[in-house]
């Protein structure tokens, strides 16, 4: 295996590498456009390294944990290089640090600035990984990867593990699972849906490590991934333990709120006594070479790249994956074979037996039932308390029919035709429902969510929003979230719209692989607790497939056609004149 | 006398993915006006037929006999042979209501007691296409009247030698669906539009549908036009390619959902057609380089491996060039892997030099060949970074009067020259390299000749010869094009 995910790494570089030389080939506005740049922002406060920016919308695709050039949009490469830290939706600002400098000149006031990405290159630092692991004969790595290892339980570990679990207040797969972690000699995967309580799970696992005084590494892809896990932690056991391994200056309030400290050294608390240091996959990476772990508990396993979790696997000898490859998959740029496009986790699902938590703690029954039969093999069931629960709507309204908490989810058909990335029909239905929910309803707006597959439905999406609401005379402190798919998994709303845009088949044809991908249809599907209300053409469920390997895919599509209630769209669109 | 209604085959859900209307006319057309296959689709068809002989010969087979369309007589002899539990039966014959089936393949699917068969197809292409499953799902419906279940799966033996198995399961749903459509154009309860796409130009029913779709200018000639499309416009009063050169886009797009710069482009592609001549829309995406390479693959007609690997690399020299040919070739599978590396090797030498090549074929095998074979270190990276597709640099700078964007329309457009008639490989010989080869030589050729035409297309005023028309009343005719490249608006 050696020399495919040394090819992963070379081509992942390639591909990154390329796709920012053709960033560099476009103009301003055309990066504006395709969302590889943020224009128009002007700074609101810089000093300690740490840089804050005023904006008029994140239509960029950029991520907390991004790499930035913050600087004219022409000199790209001349700006400064920051990272994105936190992203404020409320006040509109970015806040950034610089990346690799300790300060810069101050940014001229009412300078307009731009945004725009800047690679990452660490292909080197996992490739050495790799190779440290595969030059030494029968590694337990490389053993764990060629599915060598024994999985056979400790049965007298299983058994009293198990009880601690139980009297922890864990379910009865949530036990299985935090017995299994003590149980298993080397590996074990923890298959955690949406909802179940994997954090939750997690906290309780890193406790009951420092109650036995392991020392414990915590992995994750992402920042927020990492300190998620450390606050749940800290809240669990003892504060002083919890470490984040974080070289950035920039302030982590809900960690400091949570008792976690932060360090540079990878080998704090790693001498004497038990601790539990969250890193992410990329200082993972690095600091294994200096501190070694009793055991290495991953987190969004799902989303690791298989040659990235190499590296931070070697920080102990034990390895815990929690994930979910059902969910989505890592964010890859090169052309790879499809077995090397897989995560960690969904590589070694494949090859050991693992424990998938069972009940859902998110989800009423109507919004778990088609995930659980199209995804989970009917195993996600919701709990008792979650699968009763209901939306809470005032008396009267507009939209009885389509926002009826007692049909949690259902299908707006919308008959427009020959759209690709965009309906202004369906955005306005969306907005006009939205509006209905936060105005007449009070929902907070904290508490709904709007889904869309593409950057160009989202942007119509908000507009609609702001003009019907402004039309209604509705001004509501903050706006729901409207996101696409990839940036909205891990969170949860009471009330999810989802928007699928499109209604050209022959063009969806030609985008099967993104469009109707069941893992992007799984996080859409299973973010919302009471209420899902789809809006979508039905010519968006009406793609034949071209060849037999989209017809999985496309038969879940047609399914969920099938199976949701549908509502005509035309009648809705009607309501919505006659209220004027 | 009403012609008697023609039986459902296997062939109508195989068409149906394809083309309803093909499906339609099979049922209700006159078949003396189906025309004979244009070379390519006969070179396939022969092709095909060569395969699967290769294939039955190597196989312990018997076949039903019956007096030639008996086909009850058929499905008794085919019952006898499953009765008696014979291992692999060809040709047999499945028959239900209105309908007839004849896989090529009823393979015994020992497990004890009563024999009980699973379907099989031979087919020459190296992928299975749900065309391929639609036709076994077929078989299988009618094969479950006889055994106590439907088999749950079924298998092709294809071009490159693999057996993949089909889930019956999966496909359900898209075989309910097609069927009942089928059984619906049948008794004439759905008739489904004409509408022009890829396959038409080799269609047996060419000769009926084009004429009509000319005759109208019906959108679906218009390069981007898709069946959504075209209802969408239809809806707002426009029908025809000369009402559709007429439209003004931003008025157009607050009443559909089609953005703008779409109906701005459709509107050019319509105005191409009717003034015969091709118009500009932004520069072209590539710059002149001193060192240029087209290359083009071709894979071995029956093993389905890439055989062949061209490259011709041109170096500008005074008022001339230099040329030079890059050629390697794989009689069997297991030269491919070594052939690519050696292929690939030799591309990698010029290391900013562009490759160019015509559609999206051409990376998407190199991506399957380093899927097959790749190395690390491989310079596949390097040679992917400077891929240029000539089809995706024409569409997105010039908008031809021509109906498709495929090689040999773009060249009739540029050139003037004649769609090139592809000579069939024949059946007979088993050494095709040198025909294959010589076709993928001209192919390249033609390539370069298309990029350099568009390139003074682009530049100066001289431009397409012969072309697509259509009249102001909205038929479209082949007719020399004027001269003159005009400006997008």
């Known amino acids: ?580 | 006398m009403p012609r008697k209604l023609r039986p459902i085959t296997g062939t109508h859900l195989f068409q149906r993915e394809r083309c309803s209307r093909w499906v339609w006319l099979d049922f209700h057309e006159d078949p003396a006006r189906k025309l004979p296959p244009d070379a390519a689709a006969a070179a396939r068809m022969a092709q095909g037929r060569r395969h699967e002989r290769e294939i039955v010969a190597k196989l312990d087979v018997v076949e039903p006999h019956y007096p030639a369309n008996d086909f009850e007589a058929g499905e008794r002899a085919t019952r006898e042979l499953m009765g008696s539990g014979a291992p692999l039966i060809y040709q047999g014959v499945l028959l239900g209501e209105h309908r007839v089936g004849k896989p090529d393949l009823l393979r015994r699917a020992d497990g004890g007691g009563t024999p009980r068969y699973l379907l099989g197809d031979i087919k020459a292409s190296s992928r299975a296409k749900l065309e391929h499953a639609m036709q076994l799902a077929f078989y299988a419906d009618l094969l479950a009247a006889s055994q106590s279940d439907g088999p749950k799966t079924a298998f092709l033996l294809l071009g490159d030698g693999r057996e993949e198995r089909v889930q019956l399961d999966d496909v359900e749903p898209f075989y309910r669906e097609a069927a009942a459509e089928v059984e619906a154009m049948r008794e004439r309860r759905h008739e489904p539009r004409a509408a022009f796409h890829v396959h038409c130009h080799g269609c047996a029913w060419r000769g009926v549908c084009l004429p009509e779709l000319e005759a109208r200018g019906d959108l679906s000639l218009v390069h981007g036009i898709s069946p959504a499309r075209r209802e969408a416009l239809e809806e707002v009063g426009v029908h025809n390619i000369a009402q559709l050169a007429c439209i003004e886009p931003a008025q157009l797009a607050a009443r559909t959902e089609l953005p703008r710069e779409t109906l701005r482009r459709l509107r050019l592609q319509a105005r191409a057609l009717l003034d015969r001549a091709p118009h500009r829309l932004a520069p072209l995406p590539w710059k002149a380089a001193r060192i240029a390479v087209a290359a083009e693959f071709a894979r071995h007609p029956i093993r389905g491996h890439v055989a062949e690997f061209l490259a011709y690399r041109t170096i500008a020299a005074g008022n001339g060039f230099q040329e030079q040919w890059i050629h390697e070739s794989a009689q069997n599978p297991e030269e491919e892997g070594p052939a690519y590396r050696r292929f690939l090797s030799s591309l990698s030498l010029d290391r900013d030099a562009p490759i160019y090549h015509f559609g999206a074929e051409l990376p998407d095998t190199l991506a399957q060949l380093d899927a097959r074979h790749g190395k690390l270190n491989d310079p596949l990276p390097q040679v992917f970074a400077r891929l240029h597709d000539v089809q995706v640099g024409i569409r997105s700078s010039l908008v031809l009067p021509i109906l498709r964007y495929d090689l040999d329309r773009v060249a009739q457009a540029l050139l003037g020259t004649a769609p090139e008639s592809v000579e069939p490989h024949s059946a007979e010989t088993d050494d095709q390299s040198p025909q294959i080869r010589r076709a993928l030589a001209e192919r390249i050729l033609l390539v370069r000749r298309v990029r350099l035409a568009a390139a003074r297309a682009w530049q100066s005023d001289g431009a397409a010869s012969s072309a697509v028309s259509v009249s102001p009343e909205g038929t479209v005719a082949s007719a020399p094009a004027a001269a003159g490249l005009q400006d997008s608006p």
């Not at chain 1, 919890?242 to 932060?262: F, I, M, N, Q, T």
């Open chain 1, 1 to 580: 295996m050696r020399e495919p995910l040394l090819r992963y790494l070379q081509r992942e570089r390639l591909a990154e590498r390329r796709y920012e030389r053709e960033l560099r080939a476009l103009s301003l506005a055309e990066r504006v456009e395709c969302g590889e740049a943020l224009a128009g922002l002007s700074v609101v406060s810089q000093g300690g390294g740490r840089i804050t920016v005023a904006m008029s919308e994140h239509s960029a695709k950029f991520r907390e944990g991004d790499v930035l050039w913050l600087g004219d949009g022409v000199r790209i490469e001349e700006g400064l290089p920051v990272r994105l830290v936190r992203y404020d939706g409320a006040a509109r600002q970015l806040h950034l640090e610089l990346d690799g400098r300790e300060e810069a000149s101050p940014l001229r006031a009412g300078r307009e600035l731009v945004l725009d990405r800047r690679s990452m290159d660490l292909a080197e630092r996992f490739a050495l990984a790799v190779e440290d692991v595969y030059t030494k004969t029968n590694h337990p790595i490389a053993l764990c990867l060629e599915g060598k290892l024994s999985t056979d339980d400790d049965e007298a570990v299983r058994r009293e593990a198990e009880i601690d679990g139980f009297r922890r207040g864990l379910d009865r797969t949530q036990a299985a699972a935090f017995a299994r972690a003590f149980a298993r000699p080397k590996l074990h995967m923890i298959q955690g849906p949406p909802g179940t309580g994997k954090t939750r799970l997690l906290a309780e696992i890193l406790s009951a490590c420092a109650e036995r005084r392991e020392r414990v590494a915590v992995v994750a892809y992402t920042h927020r991934a990492v300190d998620q896990v450390l606050v749940r932690a800290a809240q669990r056991t003892d504060p002083r333990l919890v470490w984040k391994l974080d070289s950035s200056r920039s302030e982590a309030p809900e960690l400091a709120a949570a008792g976690v400290r932060r360090t540079t050294s990878a080998e704090r608390g790693a001498s004497t006594g038990p601790a539990i240091v969250g890193l992410t996959t990329h200082a993972a990476c690095r600091a294994a070479d200096r501190a070694t772990f009793d055991r290495v508990v991953f987190d969004e396993a799902g989303q690791i790249p298989l040659p990235h979790a190499v590296g931070a696997m070697r920080l102990g000898p034990r390895w815990l994956f929690v994930g979910d490859h059902a969910q989505l998959p890592p964010v890859v740029a090169g052309e790879h074979a499809e077995e090397w496009r897989a995560s960690i986790f969904a590589h070694l699902v494949e090859r050991y037996p693992s424990t998938m938590l069972e009940t859902t703690y998110r989800m009423n029954s109507g919004i778990c039932d088609f995930p659980s039969r199209a995804f989970y093999a009917g195993n996600l069931k919701p709990s008792a308390e979650a699968s009763s629960r209901r939306l809470a709507l005032a008396p009267g309204g507009r939209f009885r029919d389509v926002l009826d908490p007692q049909r949690p989810a259902v299908l707006v058909e919308v008959p427009h035709r020959g759209a690709a990335m965009r309906s202004r029909r369906e955005a306005a239905i969306v907005a006009e429902l939205s509006i209905e929910l936060m105005a007449h309803h009070r929902l907070p707006a904290e508490e709904l969510a709007v889904i869309a597959p593409f950057r160009a439905q989202g942007m119509a999406i908000r507009e609609e929003l702001e003009r019907r609401a402004a039309i209604r005379g509705f001004r509501p402190a903050s706006w729901p979230l409207v996101e696409t798919v990839e940036r909205i998994q891990g969170r949860e709303r009471e009330v999810v719209l989802i928007s699928l845009a499109s209604s050209d088949p022959e063009w969806l044809a030609e985008q099967t692989d993104f469009y109707f991908s069941p893992n992007r249809l799984n996080v859409a599907l299973t973010r919302a607790r009471t209420k899902r209300i789809l809006v979508a053409s039905p010519l968006a469920f009406r793609v034949r497939a071209r060849t037999l390997e989209d017809v999985p895919a496309l038969s879940v599509f047609a399914a969920l056609y099938r199976e949701t209630p549908r509502i005509d769209g035309a009648s809705v669109e009607k309501e919505i004149e006659v209220d004027g």
